[in-house]
């Protein structure tokens, strides 16, 4: 996209940003330039991103995978870190697989499943309305349902998904206020808080998971190091097998059980 005809410089721009914190002020700003259509849209977008507003809700996207993600306000933000998660997912899909994102908030990995083989069939859902929206626009042509968890399916997926990835909310409930102010302050908290130990979320998504899968289908979860245990236990007393993989440059473990 062009850059607008601009009343704010590169210069002062980068100024900016760089005095309200942002630690990579120019990419920032040569990321906001090529977003904003026009003069007024740049001087909004750099006043939100000195605000403090995320980057991506800021420019109304995010970098995901290689693929833009349309990020609404208020939407969780997909973390480079979900990329591993991701790659995980889609390395398991078979020709005319039927998957699933569970807690899909922008649809993001959904977006990626659907990316790498375009003879899947794929619902989606989310129990918030706002990331309800944003993910239908990301998965045109592909189901997004509202609801909680299972409940948001259609009962005819029962036993036939091959590939059901949920990045459930995992964050210990007294964690999330040592989290950084954009995702602390600009998420919805109901997409950041896993309970007690992070993990009841994790629990619901495990106990229901083999009513969904296929014969030998998979359940893809993202965790923290410190949680791989008794995540396991989880997927053990749901009756999946369980598989952990990380990716030590992406600070990411996963955790694939199957049935
Ligand atoms: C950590 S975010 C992950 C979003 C997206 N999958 C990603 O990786 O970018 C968790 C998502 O789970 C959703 N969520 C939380 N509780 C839920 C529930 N009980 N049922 C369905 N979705 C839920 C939140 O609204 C949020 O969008």
């Known amino acids: 996209m062009a850059s607008p005809p601009s009343s704010v410089s590169p210069s002062t721009l980068i100024t900016r940003l760089r005095s ?18 026009t ?9 939100r991103r000195c605000a403090g507003r995320p980057l991506e809700h800021v420019l109304g ?8 993600v349309q990020v ?53 859902a989310d129990i918030d309305a706002a990331s309800v929206t944003c993910a239908r626009r990301n998965l045109p042509g592909h189901p997004v349902h509202h609801g909680d968890l299972y409940r948001a399916l259609p009962q005819r997926l029962r036993g036939r998904v091959q590939v059901l990835v949920a990045n459930v909310p995992y964050v210990p409930t007294d964690r999330i206020a040592l989290m950084p102010a954009e995702a602390r302050v600009h998420e919805n908290h109901r997409s950041l808080d896993g309970g007690a130990d992070g993990l009841d979320l994790v629990r619901r998504v495990t106990a229901q998971a083999r009513r969904w899968l296929a014969p030998g289908g998979h359940l893809l979860v993202e965790v923290q190091e410190q949680q791989i245990h008794t995540a396991r236990q989880a997927f053990a007393r749901g009756g999946l097998s369980c598989a952990v993989a990380s990716c030590p440059e992406r600070e990411a473990t996963v955790l694939t059980g199957t049935r």
């Open 20 to 37: 309200a914190g942002c630690v990579f002020a120019e990419e920032e700003a040569h990321l906001i330039t090529s977003t904003a259509r």
């Open 39 to 47: 003069p007024n849209e740049l001087a909004s977008m750099a006043d």
């Open 61 to 68: 996207w995010a970098a995901f995978c290689g693929l833009r």
């Open 72 to 124: 609404d306000e208020g939407v969780f933000v997909p973390r480079p870190r979900t990329e591993f998660l991701a790659r995980e997912a889609a390395s398991l899909l078979t020709p005319g697989a039927v998957a699933v994102d569970l807690c899909c908030g922008s649809g993001a990995l959904g977006a990626v499943l659907a990316h790498t083989r375009d003879d899947i069939t794929l619902h989606a």
